[in-house]
């Protein structure tokens, strides 16, 4: 008993200190921008001005058009249609490469060829060919994801045991059910980390898009900020895309835990 | 024996069957649909690519793109994968570092490096100052992370054995704590070096004089797929190359840790 609150209050302690030290962070920041005035508010905003662009941006349309709902609505639509069919094609392409063998000997080499090309290396061809709406991002996200997914279902499928699929055999399972009972909940885990690996590459690959040829969604909010020279609003972006993937992971992450239950899912 | 070596012929010819079809595909397909409008067919990208590499893209050959956005990737990642790995280690082994970062590094992490590219070119300008930077960013953040949990999970037995065979702090952080993070941290690496490389080709892409990045982006200004074609082959390859030797690198270092990976 006693040393259970010993414990406690020894992780309070460390608490206190990561406070602190988040404070201490804006405080620096404040103290150098808005007090020294090492840099201008143009180049790098203070943390109220930040605050303050946030506030505003929920509501006004300047400098580029739309509020900042709007902008994260265009960017969540793109993402999650091609996130989702990524997730549709790459699960099952991984699982049957991994499964059959011939599949294997056709799909691999072709895989191969494809994946060492980083997903973003795609966008300038993907938007001459389809142009420049919600379609080449889409086929971005799609490619980025589906890569992902492979990788990470076919690794899961191969870590079966071999003993395991005896066991099946003794019981006189088809090919199926080994599949459906054996491979496919002992790659659980690994699919799943599949899916977050994939929503954190796919969100990247959305908003790279979006810089590059885009006339909505937030990475296109944040290359206006810079072209109005408002960096508190590329500031704002930012922060908006780094806690957007925040969110997605803890959604995949307890959806893991909820799934993938006893499965050695952490 | 026997065995092995009929399966990998079986491979071989399995490979060179779809990779054909694949090309054939594209062949038919640019010769004989309304794809010819906007894609060149496959002879057309691979001669052109050996003439990219011998004459000139905008100002200089394809080789000298590679090599600027090599020089940006190994400067960037250097720099990221020393004070990530550095930090991780520190993180992971002492209580104090980690609750004074780890709220900060948590609160960076999730950003992408993409994401840092219009900040990055506000405050640095459109040299090379700006691509170190994202580079930088993006290898720094996953070996800090690997480098962490590497330090976090050494068997407390171990530390426990040698404090009581007299080791000082600094010695079981230099002889316990870094050796027994080495494979978690080069995990870290691993994802780190593909991830400065598509950051590199992406910055590139956004605002640069050349670099690979600058060939699949002009190609798609002037409407000339065959160099965006060349220049997605090109990155292809040289992603493929750095992993390799990363890969190799590992198996050197690590040799005792088999992880079969």
């Keep these: ?266 | 024996m026997n065995e092995k070596v009929k399966e990998t012929m079986i491979s071989a010819i399995c490979a060179v069957i779809s990779i054909g079809a694949f090309l054939l595909l594209w062949w038919w397909g640019t010769h004989f649909t309304t794809l010819s409008k906007l894609m060149p067919d496959p002879v057309t990208v691979f001669s052109s690519l050996i003439e990219y590499c011998v004459g000139t893209v905008g100002k200089c050959s394809l080789i000298v793109h590679m090599l600027n956005s090599l020089r940006r990737v190994l400067i960037g990642f250097l720099l990221g994968s020393l004070v990530g790995i550095s930090l991780g280690l520190l993180m992971g082994r002492y209580m104090l570092a980690r609750a004074i970062f780890n709220p900060i590094f948590r609160f960076i992490r999730p950003i992408p490096p993409i994401a840092w590219i219009p900040i990055s070119i506000v405050w640095f300008g459109l040299g090379e100052q700006a691509k170190i930077f994202l580079i930088f960013l993006a290898a720094f953040a996953n070996t800090t992370l690997n480098a962490m949990t590497g330090a976090m999970s050494v068997d407390p037995e171990i530390i426990n054995a040698s404090r009581m065979l007299g080791a000082k702090e600094r010695q079981i952080f230099t002889t316990i704590v870094i050796p027994a993070a080495v494979p978690s941290i080069f995990a870290g690496l691993q994802v780190g070096i593909s991830s400065a490389w598509a950051s590199v080709v992406a910055a590139e892409m956004i605002k640069a004089q050349n670099g690979l990045g600058w060939t699949i982006q002009a190609g798609m200004d002037n409407n000339n797929m065959t160099q965006i074609l060349a220049g997605i082959i090109m990155i292809g390859v040289v992603g493929f190359l750095l992993a390799y030797i990363m890969r190799k690198a590992e198996e050197v270092m690590c040799r005792w840790n088999k992880s079969g990976r």
């Design chain 1, 1 to 266: 008993m006693k040393k259970k609150k010993k414990k406690k209050k020894k992780f309070n302690k460390y608490m206190i200190i990561s406070c602190c030290s988040v404070l201490a962070v804006i405080g620096i920041w404040y103290f150098c921008i808005n007090i020294l005035h090492l840099k201008q508010e143009t180049v790098f905003p203070g943390p109220f001005t930040v605050a303050k662009t946030f506030v505003q941006k929920m509501t006004s349309k300047v400098p580029d058009g739309a509020t900042l709902p709007t902008h994260l609505l265009e960017s969540l639509k793109v993402v999650l249609l091609g996130y989702s069919l990524g997730v549709l094609f790459g699960v099952p392409a991984g699982i049957l490469m991994a499964w059959s063998k011939w599949v294997d000997r056709f799909m691999r080499p072709l895989f191969d060829l494809i994946r060492p090309v980083p997903g973003l290396a795609w966008i300038p061809m993907f938007i001459l060919l389809f142009g420049i709406g919600i379609m080449p991002k889409a086929a971005v996200i799609f490619l980025s994801t589906s890569v992902a997914c492979i990788v990470n279902s076919y690794t899961g499928i191969r870590q079966t045991k071999q003993e395991h699929l005896w066991v099946g055999d003794v019981f006189g399972f088809s090919n199926r059910q080994k599949l459906f009972r054996i491979a496919i909940p002992t790659a659980l885990p690994m699919i799943f980390t599949g899916l977050r690996v994939a929503m954190g590459a796919a969100w990247m690959a959305s908003v790279a898009a979006e810089l590059l040829a885009s006339s909505a969604g937030l990475g296109y909010m944040i290359q206006q900020g810079r072209y109005a020279s408002k960096a508190s609003l590329v500031f704002v972006g930012m922060i908006m895309i780094g806690l957007v993937g925040l969110i997605f992971d803890a959604i995949l992450h307890w959806l893991e835990i909820k799934v993938a239950k006893g499965m050695n899912a952490e």
